[in-house]
């Protein structure tokens, strides 16, 4: 989100606005996830201590590239930014080398902020377990050749992984932004869900089946044509989508998949979890104003 365009809050959490945002971060996660593709799995990069003598790092590869990225980026202060999450513990990245921007607040931070809004340890499961063995299974074929389990490119496989995790990450944790905006529309809807907590409540408000439907349509069409090649003309050349995947390509199957069966429920399990929280430390007065509209 761009938090330095001098636009109002009110405009920042517009659902217009924040609605744009996920559109272009789909873009974003499927050039990303294509660009993923062009390597082999590459198994060992995700096995804990599979390279703990070059590195003399406990963990796997992905997440030492993750903690040495994140660290240079945590002195950048991308992680004072409400929308970046670190996938490192924050206790564990170095502190902002450059004095912290003042940004518009958007969303309800309470005294205790409740550390639970971070899902990354659960992004980072399934891209490894589900989304990665589907987008580059050994069993396909590219311009024709097998591909191989392990081809090598740890650092350039583990480069685009981290770019996808980040990005995916992004796009979860927006739906804070969405649950802050659906709230502040209509308060007395949820307020009695959030103090008599009833997180099946707050999920049914926050669903909309018809727009989640017409997402998953969309996606398919983005990857279709951005996943399409071109011949020497310039002219689109027709590919039927299962054959996309053996063209070295995108399985759209793995990309709608993906969104269906994780990005769209991790996203609302983090708009429920900030909803259960949004009353924390809000005075009464507030609440009962709230109540009236």
Not at 162 to 181: D, N, P, T, W
Not at 205 to 224: D, F, G, M, S, Y
Not at 240 to 256: H, N, Q, S, W, Y
Request: glycine share 4%; net charge negative.
């Amino acid at each position: 989100m761009n938090f330095t365009s001098g636009a109002e809050v009110s405009e920042l959490l517009s659902l217009d606005h924040i609605r744009n945002q996920l559109i272009r971060l789909e873009d974003t996660i499927i050039f990303l996830l294509i660009e993923r593709a062009q390597f082999a799995y590459n198994k060992r990069i995700y096995q804990p201590g599979a390279f703990k003598d070059e590195l003399n790092f406990d963990g796997s590869w992905l997440e030492w590239f993750l903690f040495e990225i994140e660290s240079f980026h945590a002195k950048a202060r991308r992680y004072t930014s409400p929308d970046e999450h670190a996938f490192t513990p924050l206790d564990k990245l170095p502190q902002p080398i450059i004095k912290p921007q003042s940004l518009p607040s958007l969303l309800h931070q309470p005294a205790a902020k409740h550390p639970s809004v971070n899902v990354n340890s659960r992004i980072l499961e399934f891209y490894i377990q589900h989304i990665v063995p589907g987008l580059t299974s050994s069993t396909r074929l590219a311009q024709g050749k097998e591909v191989l389990e392990d081809d090598g490119n740890y650092g350039s496989a583990a480069t685009r992984d981290v770019e996808v995790l980040q990005a995916l990450s992004r796009r979860i944790h927006f739906g804070m932004f969405v649950s802050e905006s659906k709230f502040l529309e209509a308060p007395h809807d949820f307020i009695p869900h959030i103090l008599n907590p009833n997180p099946e409540a707050l999920a049914g408000l926050i669903t909309k089946p018809a727009v989640e439907a017409k997402l998953l349509i969309r996606l398919a069409n983005k990857a279709r044509v951005y996943g399409c090649e071109m011949d020497a003309d310039g002219k689109v050349i027709e590919v039927p989508d299962e054959e996309m995947a053996a063209r070295g390509k995108i399985d759209l199957a793995t990309i709608v998949s993906m969104y269906k069966d994780w990005v769209i429920p991790l996203t609302k399990d983090v708009e429920v979890d900030y909803l259960l929280h949004r009353l924390d430390d809000v005075p009464q007065s507030q609440i009962d104003e709230w109540m009236k509209r």
